[in-house]
């Protein structure tokens, strides 16, 4: 199991999921109304886990069966849902997926297809938004992430469970 570990903001996590998202979109792109970036490494200064989190935007759920193929060449293992409805889940199988020519290391990162009406997208970027806009409340979500991780360094649901609170709070749930 792999330590949870928070770390300041990289200014190179926005120019790292460009690059991804130029391989998906000449991948994907006929399917995708959308390529956005996500989560913690989305706002800038925010501390966070060195693991960007990048959202394929559809339009209708009935093309994630049409991406599965494509996403496994690329390097992706399909996960399922994970518990959070009309957003998909795809394992980066090893650092060098996506697979391009020439083959490089990508940076850690998670690949979610979401629908674009969906509660996972829209959970998403509310969550980013809102802290994009709010830096006394991101350098707070900070602290929660750094005494989570602290506390919890190899239990990723209870560091996971911890942030909820927090996070239903900003996006209307809590």
Known sequence: MRKIEIVEYNPSWPTAFQELAQVYAAALGEWLIGIEHVGSTAVPGLAAKPVIDIDLVIQDQAVLPVLV?????LGYQHLGNRGVKEREAFKQLDENAPYTTPKRTWP??????????????????SLRNYLRTHPEQAQAYAALKRDLARRFPYASEQYVEGKTTFIGNIIGNG
């Not at 998670?110 to 998403?124: D, E, I, K, R």
């Open 69 to 73: 193929a494509p996403l496994a060449a």
């Open 108 to 125: 850690a990162h998670h690949l979610y297809v979401c629908l674009a009406a969906g509660a996972g997208l829209t959970n998403h970027l």
